[in-house]
């Protein structure tokens, strides 16, 4: 039985799903998983599952008194097309949720008199470049640069990763017995879009990646909201996992900073639909371009400079697009659905 134990928010979620199949594997923590929807049939198993919000105080509350965590991973959220449909709701989820769970952890280490480790998934939605010709100009982006997003999911990102700041060195300043140690070790990164083969993503601005593959995985034709043209940086969800991982282990003296990049690769609408296209030679991709969400990416990096990632803690991409696709994209997409068409035509007969 682990003694040590994680809180993994948003549990059901894409990065949700693969860092509770990473801590189950690995046997070394006990897992509690807080999501507001069911869990997954295939998680049950590998976890202790609390239904809930991440806005319900008193839930929370309960959650730390009961159980004594070395990592808490934040995932739970809502992202950027999604939140563009109800701005004043995911502000709520994103930056009220958020501030609960950093304060929920600060009290708990304050009790326990112990840092907690905490994890923030942020996202290049924290960038927003003007113009499509800066876009194309300005290359690969440092953390520094263009911190003016335009969604309500990137300002919420953005304010969060300063809120984790705030947290962890000056919470309570003029406090007269305001303690004078970090009770929270915040530790984030920013992700690019991020394709997974086992999840689909719902609510997202680079979901046109990911839907790509799977459609045609399924037979199904697919039209996309962006241009063909249209770049982004991605990795898979295997890396994003590896690099949360990796981040939470890092030594806090090997840290320079507290939000890093990562990226794997660059690559425009077309080139996936291309890669897409040289496993399924049938597939049917389509463009019928959504203005708003186009608008959305276009304010995105084409590309992020992830150089601090590499050499405070190793951050080093599993994959080039390629392999990504070969090695690990096709084989699982491809025996996902197989299964998945066996299955039903199993429950038929
Ligand atoms: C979204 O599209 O909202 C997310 C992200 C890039 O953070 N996948």
Known sequence: MPSKTVLITGANGEIGHGLINFFAQDGSHKIIALDIHD?????????????????????LEHIFEKYSFEYVFHLA??????????????????????????NFTRLAAKKREEKITFLFPSSIAAYGIPTLEQKKKAGKISEEQYLFPITMYGCNKLYI????R?????????EPH????????????????IISAETIPTGGTSDYGPEMVHSAAQGKSYSCFVRQDTTLPFVVMPEAVDALIKLS???KSQLTRQVYNITSFSVSASQIAGEVKKYFPQASISYSI?????????????????????????????????SAFAEYLMPAV???????SLKKCQNSS
């Open 39 to 59: 869990i997954d049939d295939t998680l049950t198993d590998k976890c202790s599952f609390i239904k809930g919000s991440v806005l319900d105080e008193a839930l």
């Open 77 to 102: 959220g809502i992202l950027s097309t999604g939140g563009e449909k109800n701005p004043l709701f995911a502000h709520q989820v994103n930056v009220t949720g958020s501030l609960n769970l950093l």
């Open 161 to 164: 990763e300063h809120m984790g």
């Open 166 to 174: 705030y947290f962890e060195a000056f919470y309570g300043l003029l």
């Open 178 to 193: 305001r303690d004078t140690y970090p009770l929270i070790d915040f530790r984030s990164i920013r992700f690019p879009g």
């Open 249 to 251: 282990e890092a030594k």
């Open 290 to 322: 959504d203005p708003n969400r186009q608008k959305i990416v276009d304010s995105w990096p084409g590309d992020v400079d992830d150089t601090k990632a590499r050499s405070d803690w190793g951050w080093k991409p599993r994959y080039s697009f390629e």
């Open 334 to 340: 491809i025996e996902r659905y197989r299964c998945s």
